[in-house]
T-cell receptor, first 112, second 111 residues
């Protein structure tokens, strides 16, 4: 998985609780991304960050928040405002000569 | 913004035959077209990509073609093997910025 770790692999939360998903990379990449994957929907961009202390909303940012205090870390918080949070969440980073995106193994969040 | 359409959503081919997956994009400014393979329960892995300054790229059994005028690009897998069974995603965008993904194609290789 290219030096990107996501934890935990499976996460269960009760409805109405906020939950934070971890993403760490040791590739020295400047840019990091969060995607949500639902069956038949492909990958949809939630937030992305091209540099430390800066981030932009993706296509489905409502109900989510992020921070980028360190180059290596880009945590995603799924808030209680997210109406349908159960999904597979993927983190990616890009940088280096070719700037291609490398993905982590994903976190499957289930809200009960 | 960019919109990427991918077809078919499901594809079954006999082992040893070829598989072709097609994508179209809407933003003529897009210049980077990667393809990812995702196995069950794992994150996607880049298998091949193409920049807008070339029309075709090949890597062993995998090839990608790009038609900028028509705004479509395709993935070709020859001599398919059981380990090629997976979900494949195309994407379009800019190499230094965000990319937009298609909805994926589930490829089944039949014995």
């Amino acid at each position: 998985d290219g030096g990107i770790t996501q934890s935990p692999k499976y996460l269960f939360r009760k409805e109405g609780q906020n939950v934070t998903l971890s993403c760490e990379q040791n590739l020295n990449h400047d840019a990091m991304y969060w995607y949500r994957q639902d069956p038949g929907q492909g990958l949809r961009l939630i937030y992305y960050s091209q540099i430390v202390n800066d981030f932009q909303k993706g296509d489905i940012a409502e109900g989510y928040s992020v921070s980028r205090e360190k180059k290596e870390s880009f945590p995603l918080t799924v808030t209680s405002a997210q109406k349908n949070p159960t999904a597979f969440y993927l983190c990616a980073s890009s940088g280096g000569r070719n700037n291609e995106q490398f993905f982590g193994p994903g976190t499957r969040l289930t809200v009960l | 913004g960019e919109n990427v359409e991918q077809h078919p959503s499901t594809l079954s081919v006999q082992e040893g035959d070829s598989a072709v997956i097609k994508c179209t994009y809407s933003d003529s400014a897009s210049n980077y077209f990667p393809w990812y393979k995702q196995e069950l329960g794992k994150g996607p892995q880049l298998i091949i990509d193409i920049r807008s300054n070339v029309g075709e790229k090949k890597d062993q059994r995998i090839a990608v073609t790009l038609n900028k005028t028509a705004k479509h690009f395709s993935l070709h897998i020859t001599e398919t093997q059981p380990e090629d069974s997976a979900v494949y995603f195309c994407a379009a965008g800019h190499r230094d910025d965000k990319i937009i993904f298609g909805k994926g194609t589930r490829l089944h290789i039949l014995p």
